[in-house]
């Protein structure tokens, strides 16, 4: 059984105007996505900026409200009050999401008594725990927020989303912000803590090598819906859909000798306000046909790993199946 | 420069040090009045950025990429900024550190062009886009209204700017960021400078848009001769671009190379450990492995220790590291590096070592 069952979800929200202020139009951040995850697994998701990955994360926690759909967390639905324990998010900005008027040991202090997670007696002890865990010094406990570093405060928001011991830990961009160097150290945080606690991690990133390393399996979004999953395992081998495909050709290799042609994807994101009514990807993609336009595909799964949502790879017209 | 017709390749590696210098930066010194105290951001920084090349500036956060651009372009807030008294940033024999605000002016834009690193904070979003390049050309050109605008939307174009004529009279928050960086590119090449600087030009956009704005520099720079200081953390980036690399770790320049060398045989120990803290791809791909990390931290501005400012962190660091501050030593021309033990010992010979 899955831990986690995303179905159907959607997630837009209203844009007001005009002079009576109604509700003009809306942005439709998160379109019809459907997915699961077992238990112990990590999957990433990946997309460019605005396609949806972080109201998405949001939504499966419960931080906005479902416009559609079904989130699942070992077959309770997540808007279950009893589960916000179980399932914890950290924050796309380091920065803003601490109390800056707190010090790491009361903001952990508060967290777990609210929750009631240790018996009172033994909150600081825990708190100590929890910081060594994430490899902060003891001497944190007293320091504010603007004390510490980048990394230093990406750690204590991990130490603050553990607190609660969950099972399920969706990151947004944990480590987007910070040096590479810092970002190593997250990284090989997160992967030990993976292993002695067995957590369930949903990776948003829009880093490709990041999500390559650290992840078991991938899901790819544009403009709001999934256009792809498959396996981490050698996805330069294994990827079908054309955006996929010119995400990895996008990404800039680290090697100074390898140096190809870089590869343009032409054109720009259409407005979630105003998506197109076939395939999201139609107006950059290099193979469109004429059904892209008006039809959506649909996500259909090929072999156990992987499924795609693109007509040229499901259902290739016979004629000229082989590509250009 | 020639004609070439193969501009989208990137091109690779020229042995630059056979061109024309265009601007030399010499012991670069840049430190600032604050309430603690005077805080020296960049400390001693050397480089020359040759005709037509793109020489990328990398290292940490607060490293002082920025502060060494905003140097050059005499950006900093005079009031509280210091510069070293050897230092010297030559634009052909004029010290950009000696101009006046005025000749400043004549230099921005007209002959070093800059990109930064916020592009929305860049852009007034209360005026029209057409109506922020009228404005560069008004001060750097003598074409009348119509004039203008016919140049301001050729500008547009250049960039691949789509609907470029709808765009003009279009106002920031309607462009997307890929566009927005656009605009800022066309702004820095209206008058056709000898030097763009781009700090962090693609750090807020996506790496579909991101090739898009990488592809459109190198053209520019293949078609226009341009140089191109080119400011990032980002190593991808680096090595997709530049032809030689200035490594900066807390406020000095530690290694200096061509790009190749600098990826498969770096000289600094913190090059070397900055390169092999990235996740690799594809075949190399470093798959649930433990990352090698930099362990401690960046001194801060206020406790710059005695010696090696990376001996804290330095796997190979020595009592020598710690009594004594390396110099910069090279081997080649254009490679230098400063370590008393460098990695790669064809890499550097100590020159001056005892000096
Ligand atoms: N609270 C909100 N109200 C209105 N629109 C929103 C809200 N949050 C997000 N959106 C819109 O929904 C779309 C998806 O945004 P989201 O933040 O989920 O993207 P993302 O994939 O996380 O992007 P990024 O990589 O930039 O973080 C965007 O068009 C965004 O402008
Ligand atoms: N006006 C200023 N007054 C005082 N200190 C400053 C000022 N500007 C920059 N600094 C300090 O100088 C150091 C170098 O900053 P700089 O902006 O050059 O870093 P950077 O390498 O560009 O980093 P990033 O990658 O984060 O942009 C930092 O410690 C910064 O806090
Ligand atoms: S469905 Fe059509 S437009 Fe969409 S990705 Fe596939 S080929 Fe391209
Ligand atoms: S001088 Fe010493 S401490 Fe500094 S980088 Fe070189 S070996 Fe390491
Ligand atoms: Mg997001
Ligand atoms: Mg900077």
Redesign the interface.
């Known amino acids: 059984m899955s831990l986690l069952e995303v179905r159907n979800l959607e997630k837009s929200f209203p844009i007001k105007g005009g002079l009576l202020n109604r509700t003009v139009a809306s942005v439709q951040a998160v379109r019809d996505v459907t997915f699961s995850v077992d238990s112990g697994e990590t999957v990433g998701i990946i997309g460019?900026?605005g396609c949806g990955k972080s109201t998405l994360g949001k939504t499966i926690v419960g931080l906005y409200p479902a416009t559609s759909g079904t989130v699942h967390f070992e077959d309770i639905l997540t808007s279950d009050a009893k589960l916000h324990r179980q399932m914890q998010f950290i924050f796309q900005d380091p920065y803003s999401s601490l109390n800056p008027r707190m010090t790491a040991g009361q903001m952990l202090s508060e967290v777990i008594r609210f929750h009631d997670i240790v018996p009172p007696a033994q909150t600081t002890s825990y708190v100590h725990e929890l910081l060594a865990m994430v490899q902060l010094g003891s001497d944190a406990q007293y320091r504010y927020p603007h004390e510490f570093?980048?990394g230093q405060r990406q750690r204590l928001n991990i130490a603050r989303a553990l607190a609660v011991k969950p099972r399920l830990l969706i990151a947004d961009e944990p480590v987007s912000a910070l040096?590479?160097?810092?970002?190593?150290?997250i990284?090989?945080l997160l992967?030990d803590l993976r292993e002695q606690l067995g957590l369930t991690i949903l990776f948003i990133s829009?880093d490709?090598?990041?999500v390559?390393?650290?992840c078991d399996r991938m899901i790819v979004m544009y403009l709001g819906k999934v256009v792809e999953q498959l396996s981490?395992?050698d996805i330069?081998r294994d990827a079908k859909h054309p955006y996929t495909k010119?995400?990895l050709k996008?990404?800039?290799?680290?090697?100074?000798?390898d140096?190809g042609?870089?590869?343009?994807?032409?054109?720009?994101?259409p407005s979630p306000r105003d998506p197109p009514p076939g395939c999201p990807f139609v107006s950059r993609c290099e193979i469109a046909e004429d059904r892209c336009r008006t039809n959506p595909p649909s996500l259909v799964q090929l072999g156990d790993q992987q499924q795609v949502s693109c007509w040229a790879v499901t259902s290739p017209a016979t004629a000229n199946a082989s590509e250009g | 420069m020639t004609d070439s017709d193969t501009p989208?390749?990137?091109p690779?590696?020229a042995p630059a040090t056979s061109g024309r210098v265009v601007l030399s930066v010499r012991n670069l010194s840049t430190s600032f009045r604050t309430d603690h105290g005077l805080a020296t951001a960049v400390t001693d920084v050397s480089f020359d950025l040759y005709a037509g090349e793109a020489l990328g500036i990398v290292g940490?956060?607060g490293c002082g990429k920025s502060v060494t651009s905003k140097s050059i372009m005499r950006l900093l807030p005079e009031h509280n900024t210091r510069y070293g008294s050897n230092s010297e940033v030559l634009l052909g024999s004029d010290n950009l550190l000696k101009h006046t605000a005025r000749q400043m002016q004549e230099v921005r834009g007209n002959r070093i062009g800059m990109i930064f690193q916020e592009p929305m904070t860049a852009l007034n979003p209360v005026f029209t886009i057409g109506w922020q390049i009228d404005e560069a050309l008004k001060l750097h050109t003598s074409l009348d209204r119509h004039q203008r605008r016919q140049k301001g939307i050729e500008m547009l174009k250049m960039v691949d700017m789509?609907s470029a004529e709808r765009r003009y009279d279009e106002y920031p928050h309607q462009l997307?960021?890929?566009?927005r960086q656009r605009v800022l590119i066309a702004m820095a090449l209206c008058c056709e400078p000898e030097i763009l600087i781009a700090d962090e030009p693609t750090t807020a956009?996506?790496?579909?848009?991101?090739?898009?704005i990488?592809?459109l520099m190198?053209e520019l720079r293949a078609r226009t001769g341009t140089a191109v200081l080119l400011i990032t953390?980002?190593?991808?980036?680096?090595?997709?671009t530049?032809d030689r690399v200035v490594v900066m770790y807390a406020g000095q320049v530690v290694e200096t190379a061509g790009?190749?060398d600098?990826?498969?045989r770096p000289a600094h120990p913190y090059t070397s450990?900055?390169?092999k803290?990235?996740?690799?791809?594809?075949?190399r791909?470093?798959?649930?492995?433990?990352?090698?990390?930099?362990d401690g931290?960046v001194p801060g501005l206020f406790e710059m220790p005695t010696g090696c400012r990376f001996a804290d962190r330095c796997e190979f660091c020595e009592q020598k590291c710690r009594d004594e501050q390396p110099g910069v030593t090279s081997a080649q021309p254009d490679r230098n590096v400063r370590c008393h033990f460098p990695l790669n010992p064809d890499a550097s010979r100590s020159t001056h070592e005892s000096a």
């Open positions: 460019e900026s570093s980048g040096d590479v160097s810092v970002q190593a150290q990284l090989n992967m829009h490709l090598k990041v390559e390393h650290f981490c395992e330069y010119a995400l996008s990404n800039p290799i680290n090697d100074p000798d140096r042609d870089l590869f343009i994807l032409e054109g720009e994101v | 989208t390749q990137t690779t590696a940490e956060s789509p997307s960021g890929g566009m956009l996506d790496v579909t848009i991101q090739a898009q990488l592809k190198n953390h980002d190593l991808g980036v680096v090595a997709q530049c790009v190749s600098l990826f498969h450990a900055l390169l803290s990235i996740p690799q791809s594809g075949a791909r470093t798959k649930g492995e433990r990352l090698p990390t930099i931290l």
